[in-house]
């Protein structure tokens, strides 16, 4: 019976003892859940967290739990999991404290859930957390929310309050200028710049104003005081060769994009200004080039022409336009090459007639079975191309072969039984095989089309 009794008190003490130890480890967790998340530590104050939920807090310590989680959560960027966290906070909370409604609002931020974001705000603040820091972001998520004006009046007052808040003069500046008050934007801009002349950003704010104004002048002076002030600003570095790009002052250009590359070697948008920069440079030599073709200075324009080419030497065009001046010139190989190039860059020259100007460069580099097929080419994609036909009349003509010459003939006439030109050349060729009588056939339907018609080869049967 002894035994029993000893044994007995044994479990117990035993019980006793472990419900101790567990409780101790459970607080343990809080405590290190609540250190953690304080401390920046946020992978592990998640997990201290949930351990310290499944030892079975109580409501209050659940809460503050909760808190923490939601914080991490946040810190991590997994907002969606935050939201769910302290949302389940905010429905079980019997009092909902400022932080909670603050944290809320943070959360609900970073989700781009600018209303509930500024709902939430604005309990935190009548709650008792009413900093200038928190009124700003407020205003913030008021004004991507549509509330401009309350949140323009809200950073009004933040600087009546203190008249040195250059942040909140900073925020109301960015505000005015998205909503296109630019004069109001650049007197506040002024105020900044009173307060403290070596802020870079209030110049890259007047920048933006100038930019928006279309003061070219003014917003090179800006982004280079920005620049005098912050001189490894990616950012502002960008902008300064944006703004020589518009200005056609590649050379600065590139000279601003080594600098940067210089500074961070690893900027992506390196390469696509440098490609922008040669693009435009060799748009500029185009546009000169076709000033000069219309004054016929072919031999200056093709100078821009290879300028362009040295600049972009994938641009189809520029190919396909000096090859027709060179083939104006005479420069039938040199024409040829780039004609075959600009055909390669770009398939569907093939409908502005580049087999066309191909087959006539072969007629005159004496290639005439090219110039044949070239052209027949050329008529695959346009059969009612009579310039086409044409060519293939006098290639086949001049060599004698009158059948094949008639048979395109008779599509000129196809294309326009009423024009008289089909009918003279037909009526030619029909005299060129001997047919006379038939050619005089075709030759009076010239005269009944067109009695002004003039038909140099009639002639009267024997």
Known sequence: MR????????????????????????????????????????????EQCQKAMKDGANREVELKLLYYLANSYSSINNNEMAKEVINRLLNTSPSISASDYYLAGLIEIKLNNNKDAAYYLEKAILGGENSVSIKRQLARALFQSGDIRKANLILTGNFYEDSSDTQSMTQLSENLISEGSLIKANSITNKIIEINPDYSHAYYLKYVISIKEDDLQNALVNINKAIMRDRENVKYLIEKTKLLITNKKYDLAKYNLAKIEQLYPNIQDIPNLYENILDLQAADLHSHAKELIKQKDYKGAINYYNSAINLNPSDAILYFERGQLLSILGSYNKAEKDLIIASSLNHNLVGSNVNLMLGKIYYQLGERDKSIAFIDKELEINANNQEALLWQIRSYSEAGEYDFAEDYAEKLIEIDPYSPDGYSILGDIKLMKGDIQKSNELHNKVIELDPSHNIATRKKPE
Not at 15 to 36: D, M
């Open 3 to 46: 035994n029993q009794i000893i044994k007995s008190m044994l479990i117990i003490i035993f019980g006793f003892l472990f419900s101790i130890e567990t409780s101790v480890s459970a607080e343990k967790n809080v405590q290190k859940c609540i250190k953690f998340s304080s401390i920046g530590l946020h992978l592990p104050a998640i």
